[in-house]
């Protein structure tokens, strides 16, 4: 019964709560990403009072190789998920061995880390961290990133911004059953 009952939570309705407490807390936005068809995609935005300049919206798709959001699904989504998203944006860069390699090792950092950090890029004046949400299977649920602007944005990895999003995203992971 338990686990029936696990499996009837959803995930992003219990992250909902916490993403729109993170952003009107901490005055950035926080974006709740889901898998979808073509890749990561946006499916919840909580913007700020003053938002953001950014092409950043609810159904936006994220590249798995340029985000830091995308990153974190390639590095915890087993890889018969992202292979073909990886191959097919590697083969539109014309991607070397080098930074293939590269991408490789930027995932394992992920992983070591447990989230992923953008300072400037690909968005010039903005930083953003990025966190798996974890299902009661341990399997990657959505991925949680807030965003704002590099005056106000601590890219520091043990910083408040940092801290909160770690936290927030481990109460939501145990809302959904994750024990890890």
């Known amino acids: 019964l338990g686990l029936a009952a696990l499996e009837q939570l959803d995930p992003l309705t219990e992250a909902s709560g916490e993403a729109a407490q993170l952003a009107a ?9 889901v898998r979808g068809n073509l890749g990561p995609t946006v499916v919840r935005l909580d913007e700020p009072r003053y938002p953001l300049h950014m092409n950043l919206r609810v159904g936006t798709v994220m590249s798995v190789f340029n985000t830091i959001t995308g990153r974190v699904f390639a590095a915890y989504l087993p890889p018969r998920l992202t292979e073909e998203m990886i191959a097919s944006e590697m ?9 293939q390699a590269a991408f490789q ?4 950092r992920v992983r070591e880390r447990g989230m992923a950090r953008a300072v400037g890029y690909p968005l010039p004046g903005i930083n953003a961290f990025s966190v798996p949400v974890f299902d009661h299977a341990g399997q990657l649920a959505l991925v949680m990133t807030t965003l704002g602007p590099a005056a106000t944005f601590s890219s ?5 911004i940092a801290q909160r999003l770690r936290s927030a995203a481990a109460d939501i992971s145990a809302q959904i059953g994750y024990r890890g």
């Open 25 to 33: 807390d901490s005055g950035l936005s926080v974006a709740l990403v």
């Open 156 to 160: 520091d990895w043990n910083g408040v």
């Open 91 to 99: 083969a539109a860069r014309q991607a070397g061995i080098e930074e």
């Open 105 to 108: 090792s930027a995932l394992q």
